[in-house]
């Protein structure tokens, strides 16, 4: 079995979560901020060891021309407004900024307030599938409450005149409201237009996850106004179930389609075990009741096949990467890379490179940045664009990739 006791200190001080500590024999001790130091005890189930799937693959030089376009504060996500009018960056502080064709970056009133600390934030951010005439974008971000943050989605329209949100309003909210991280946040739309897909972590707490009443650690099907869509799995069940596509993910932050409508997903897992997933409706993918990652206590986790009930990853990486954004390239200015999935990459700073085929996905590239790497956005032109991760005064760098000449 591959076995997670010895990661280094930097790779886990970068990891996907913020937990340190052990829990004796099972019990559920607190951190200070009020969530578990590790996932429930199984005794009932005999670890399987995972002997397929593992990812982690050389990292190497990375073969582009990298130019430093921008520099953000914080920035979590971006997005290509059509038309060449622009990108739109998220910043984690709560600020919403418009990077124009020229390379001027103006503000953009109207964002909603967010809590920021830790992994909250103004997080992703999307354009409708309908803006070319609607001018809609969403937002998702931590929203601040009495009884603490909970992940919510907005939606506005986009004044790019005025550099301002117009007629915003919230139209979905995960519930569950308290500490921890691990929003998920991330924002998909079906091929076809009509749904929206938003991913929501477990915010740290494990069994949320396997909870078909809570939200947290869910992906969920929409409409374009975030009400349940007709068709989804437990659609006849209602509430939270009612929008419900898949259940038992942890921390989920790219979510894409490929051409032919198959759906990947990837996700940061606890102590390794970060996932690449194909995302079929109705299915559980086991968080945290398997995983091919450890708690950060050391306690063990079974591996995936220890439960084959549960849907496994295609891919894992041990060590962890903490996985960021991803893209599905399709453009021509990288025809080597068309049908690949880029993921940006933090605890091993890079950007990683997945060939993917029908349902079959495999490592491919693992390049070397030098840099924890946030989001990646396919420009236009077919360029690749990257975000920094950074905190407050630090890091932050928009970066353009271009072949070498």
């Not at 117009?166 to 946040?185: C, K, M, T």
């Not at 890079?350 to 349902?359: A, E, H, K, N, Q």
Request: glycine share 14%.
């Amino acid at each position: 079995m591959i076995r997670r006791i010895l990661l280094f200190a930097g790779l886990i001080a970068t990891a996907c979560s913020a937990q340190t500590g052990g829990q004796a024999n099972g019990q559920s001790a607190k951190t200070k901020g009020g969530v578990p130091r590790n996932s429930p005890l199984e005794p009932d189930i005999k670890n399987v060891p995972a002997t397929t799937g593992r990812a982690n693959m050389p990292i190497a030089p990375a073969p582009f021309t990298i130019t430093d376009i921008g520099r953000f504060d914080a920035p979590f996500a971006m997005a290509f407004l059509p038309n060449d009018q622009g990108l739109l960056v998220t910043e984690k502080t709560g600020v919403l900024k418009l990077r124009q064709p020229d390379g001027k970056v103006a503000q953009i009133a109207g964002v909603p307030k967010v809590a920021t600390g830790g992994q909250g934030g103004l997080l992703d951010v999307a354009v409708a599938p309908t803006y070319v005439d609607s001018h809609i974008v969403y937002l998702s971000y931590a929203e601040p409450g009495a009884a603490g943050s909970q992940l919510a989605l907005a939606k506005a329209k986009l004044d790019l005149k005025g550099r301002k949100l117009d007629d915003l309003s919230v139209i979905w909210r995960s519930g569950s409201a308290g500490p921890g991280g691990q929003f998920g946040s991330i924002i998909t739309f079906s091929p076809d237009g009509q749904y929206l897909f938003l991913t929501s972590g477990e915010r740290q707490r494990f069994t949320p996850a396997q909870d078909p009443k809570q939200a947290l650690g869910k992906i969920l099907r929409l409409t374009l106004d975030g009400k349940a869509a007709v068709g989804n799995p437990m659609y006849d069940m209602g509430g939270v179930e009612a929008m419900t596509w898949t259940s038992g993910h942890r921390n989920p932050y790219g979510l894409v389609f490929a051409p032919e409508g198959r759906l990947w997903e990837e996700e940061m897992g606890p102590r390794g075990g970060d996932e690449l997933n194909l995302i079929l409706p109705g299915k559980n993918y086991g968080w945290p009741i398997v995983s091919n990652g450890d708690n950060y206590s050391g306690q063990p986790i079974p591996d995936h096949p220890s439960r084959p009930d549960l849907e496994a990853p295609k891919l894992w990486w041990n060590p962890s990467i903490s996985p960021g954004g991803m893209i599905y390239y399709s453009g021509n200015m990288f025809p080597a890379y068309k049908g690949s999935l880029l993921i940006a990459a933090m605890s091993t700073p890079g950007l990683i490179r997945v060939t993917v085929s029908g349902d079959t996905a495999t490592p491919a590239d693992f390049w070397d940045f030098g840099t924890r790497i946030r989001d990646v956005a396919q420009a236009p032109d077919g360029s690749i664009w990257l975000l920094e991760d950074g905190e407050r005064g630090a890091g932050g760098r928009l970066m353009r990739l271009t072949p070498k000449s």
